[in-house]
């Protein structure tokens, strides 16, 4: 919950959100113009951007776990933690505008995709997700194999969701056989390669609306204004992936007309860190603070599960009548 905390206060000006995806012979070229500046004006040596040229000329890509490793063992003195190298990478991207895939650092992704989608991954099968099961397609972390997919699709609508076991149940009920969607979810705190196909998929079905299902409490919210606006911790791409997603659920009204008050969890100290983030916002929508108010108001929090109060099969009720209705912000 900590990570999620330092993550999920979202960046709020896209103008200035700008970092190229270059050729790997470009980044090394802006590597060492920057390198030489720096030496000049420092006189010293710059492990953090030291192996990136090999990794470039090798054509290699490499996670930002893998390169803190690599770091620790080559320049201790320099980078005792993984959050020194993340700070680090970032204003390396910063520095030379140009996105971390660039400079041969590939996201590490736990999201997953299901539903009325195929994809093709380049000279590879064609891929069913509806076929899938509850694992679904695992998204790679290899940003480029992720923009050369060949996507098509029967769906009319993208469907965000928040939890792993959540989109589980959607997935082995074959919801989208009910509803024509796909569904996505990053298991949590959206990483870039969820985000990477998520804003693929909305470049490429330009008509689907996107909606998201999170619980409600203020992480959930955090993480849908991530899919939505961005994460400050991306630094210049911070808004590169961001998609107009729409709140579906679970929202104030579901609170009081379907879920009882035993199934409601009291806010923790945590919850309430993350909403004094959200509330610092500019960007957040007036009704997303309302009902960010209404969660801090009544000191309770509600998970998805808690629709199970009313069978195990009403979820796929649920989000189909919300999406009947329009019911979503």
């Known amino acids: 919950m900590g990570d999620l905390l330092k993550n999920s206060i979202f960046f709020s000006d896209q103008h200035i959100c700008y970092a190229d995806i270059l050729p790997s012979s470009e980044v090394r070229v802006r590597i060492e ?12 040596s710059t492990p953090s951007v030291s192996d990136l040229p ?17 770091l620790l063992s080559t320049s201790p ?6 959050s020194q190298v993340n700070r680090s990478i970032q204003d390396l991207v910063a520095l030379l ?15 997953i995709v299901a539903g009325r989608l195929m994809l093709q991954e380049p000279n590879q099968g064609v891929i069913d997700c509806s076929a899938c099961g509850s ?19 029967d769906a009319r609508y993208i469907i965000v969701v928040e ?36 804003h693929r998929m909305s470049r490429e079905f330009p008509q689907l609306p996107i909606l998201a299902l999170v619980d409600w ?11 939505k606006f961005g994460s400050i911790t991306m630094g210049l791409e911070a808004y590169r992936y961001a ?10 009204d579901d609170i009081e007309q379907l879920i009882p008050l035993e199934s409601l969890i009291p806010l923790k100290p945590q919850d309430h860190q993350i909403a004094k983030s959200l509330e610092s916002s500019e960007i957040l929508q007036d009704t997303y603070k309302e009902e960010l108010a209404a969660m801090v108001t009544s000191g309770h929090r509600a998970e998805l599960e808690a629709l199970y109060f009313n069978g195990y099969d009403f979820l796929a009720k649920y989000i189909g009548k919300k999406i009947v209705q329009a019911n979503y912000i």
């Not at 003195?77 to 993984?82: A, D, P």
């Not at 972390?141 to 997919?149: A, F, I, K, S, T």
């Not at 792993?164 to 979810?185: K, S, Y």
């Open 97 to 111: 505008r140009c996105s971390r895939y660039s400079l041969g650092i590939m996201a590490a992704s736990r999201g």
């Open 135 to 153: 694992s679904g397609y695992a998204i790679s972390g290899d940003l480029n194999l992720l923009e050369n997919l060949v996507m098509k699709s």
């Open 77 to 82: 003195q320099y980078f005792t933690s993984q």
């Open 163 to 198: 939890k792993h076991a959540i989109f589980q149940r959607l997935a082995e009920d074959r919801v989208f056989n009910q509803i024509p969607c796909i569904l996505i979810t990053a298991r949590g705190y959206p990483d870039i390669g969820t985000r990477f196909l998520l």
């Open 217 to 227: 409490n203020p992480a959930g919210l955090a993480i849908l204004c991530t899919f």
């Open 54 to 70: 090999l990794i470039l000329g090798e054509e290699k890509k490499v996670t930002q776990r893998e390169l803190f490793y690599k």
């Open 243 to 252: 998609c107009n997603v729409k709140w579906l659920g679970l929202r104030k």
């Open 33 to 44: 113009v920057a390198t030489l500046s720096f030496l000049k004006n420092l006189n010293s």
